[in-house]
């Protein structure tokens, strides 16, 4: 099979099939590797991962940044993101072929930049949901705040999943969780399901073969142009996963019940989802110091 391919072709589709055969990783992120790995050995002429030393990885980070080399130019973040998976390929092929050249410490890892994540307030998805013209982005937006769903995650809504008010999901990782929504969110779901044919599977009358990844884009675009008829530009549906975040340390819940909720597997992570709580903090620097 592998006569014609060179070294690291044979090393991306090997990794590639440990990905999916062993790891068992999930469809969207075999994919996103398979991407990943494919642009970097071939836009850096790699014939080999295990000749190569971190010079080679370190050029492709800049090429990244600067656009060089037939990349398209991204930003740190995402570069950050992307990273993860190159550096993962690479060390599965150290571990596993006898190792490489590559000295890992001294590869660079720019340093991320500020992220102004917005957050709505529990009267601002108040009033999203009163404007809002279409049953299906009302539902949308109640679900994803009750919930912290991710966009994928509502897509894949399934209605063997909804039970009472609750909802069974895969998360990342194939994580298996439950996630739980308002009675308001229940109503919208029943009247939004009375619109759908019968035999339906999906939530949101996704067909089987279509694209999880393509459909969520069509979603999230869809719904960014009716929030910025309304009055909320630049709208982004994850946004609602850390406003359902902050709506619950507002509201009491401790970092620990709020990182169950959102099915994360560190704090710090959760950390990240909680914004806008300058008068919260004030409080309690007043209730201990003033």
Known sequence: MFEDYSPAEKQVYQYIEWCQFIANFTEATIRSKRSYCWS???????????????NEV???????LSGDK???KISVNALRSEKIQIMAFLKWVHNTQGGTKIRFPYVVNPKPEPVNRKFYSS?????????????????????AFDTGLRRIEIVNIKFSDIV??????????????FVYFSNRTKKLIEQFSKTNESGEIYLLKRREEC???SCASVMTERLKRELFKIGYPNFQIHELRHSFATDLQKKGARIEEI??????????????YLHGLDGVLGDVWAKYKG
Do not use: Y
Request: proline share 1%.
């Open 259 to 272: 990182q169950k909720l959102m099915r994360h597997g560190d704090p710090a992570v959760t950390q990240r």
């Open 40 to 54: 970097f050995i071939e836009k850096m002429n790699i014939h080999d991962i295990k000749e190569i030393t971190e």
């Open 123 to 143: 009267a601002e998805i108040d009033d999203m949901i009163d404007k809002c013209k279409s049953l299906k982005s009302k539902m949308i937006i109640s679900l």
């Open 58 to 64: 370190n050029e492709w980070v800049r090429c990244r």
């Open 164 to 177: 009472g008010n609750q909802i069974k999901t895969i998360g990342k990782g194939r994580k298996l969780g």
């Open 211 to 213: 694209r999880a990844e």
């Open 70 to 72: 037939g990349f398209s």
